[in-house]
């Protein structure tokens, strides 16, 4: 089935460590995005990418990274610079990020923790 | 500022009975909005997409309204189920100057419980 898979469901990581999580889209899509959900908070953008090996800052881009070098994957690392990181992690795609209706898929979800 | 706010933050019915979550924006001028079930712990799932321009649009027993003039939008499930308990989130997608695309604005949802 197509669909967007994100791994691992939950993580836990110490201060001070980058963990990186998984996204893969086999639904053909050019557009993938990264939102962290907080609670009583509505989803923020972390990054976006609207084709391959381009990428763009979300409005909350600050301890986090990404990279896009294959059509299918994107993935975020959350680096120790990353002041709060314990959030539910959300990544998505579309067909096209200009498109004007274009709807939005998501995966299941990263819950991240910081012990 | 362009903002999506959602009430109530929370609400409780019964099974079958029907009931209606709002949606208040101020994102102008805006290309789309949508609604979205998201299950506790999942990911969130469309239900309707809209632009500036439809008025009403259903997906099965949920209808979403849109009124552009006042800025306001509603989505109604009638008949509720047990399966319906979950967080409804309204978002909206911004026109930008010149024209093109803005990144997704999301409310912050609306809890629904469904009791038997």
């Known amino acids: 089935d197509g669909g967007i898979t994100q791994s691992p469901k939950y993580l836990f990581r110490k201060e001070g460590q980058n963990v990186t999580l998984s996204c893969e889209q086999n639904l053909n899509h050019d557009a993938m995005y990264w939102y962290r959900q907080d609670p009583g908070q509505g989803l923020r953008l972390i990054y976006y990418?609207?084709?391959?090996?381009?990428?763009q800052k979300g409005d909350i881009a600050e301890g986090y990274s990404v990279s896009r070098e294959k059509k299918e994957s994107f993935p975020l690392t959350v680096t120790s610079a990353q002041k709060n990181p314990t959030a539910f992690y959300l990544c998505?795609?579309?067909?096209?990020?200009?498109?004007?209706?274009?709807?939005?898929?998501f995966g299941e979800g990263s819950r991240l923790t910081v012990l | 500022k362009n903002q999506v706010e959602q009430s109530p933050q929370s609400l409780i019915i019964l099974e079958g009975k029907n009931c209606t979550l709002q949606?208040?924006?101020?994102?102008?001028?805006?290309?789309?909005l949508r609604w979205y079930k998201q299950d506790t712990g999942r990911g969130p799932v469309s239900l309707t997409i809209?632009?500036?321009?439809?008025n009403t649009k259903s997906n099965g027993r949920y209808t979403a309204t849109l009124d552009a003039d006042t800025k306001q939008s509603s989505l109604h499930i009638t008949a509720s189920q047990l399966s319906d308990s979950a967080s409804y989130i309204c978002?909206?997608?911004?026109?930008?100057?010149?024209?093109?695309?803005?990144?997704?604005?999301f409310g912050k949802g609306t809890k629904l419980s469904v009791k038997p």
């Open positions: 809209m632009t500036f321009s439809e």
């Open positions: 949606c208040n924006y101020t994102v102008s001028p805006f290309s789309n």
């Open positions: 978002v909206v997608r911004p026109l930008n100057y010149g024209g093109s695309q803005g990144n997704l604005i």
């Open positions: 998505a795609s579309s067909i096209g990020g200009g498109a004007r209706t274009g709807e939005l898929f």
């Open positions: 990418s609207q084709i391959v090996n381009d990428f």
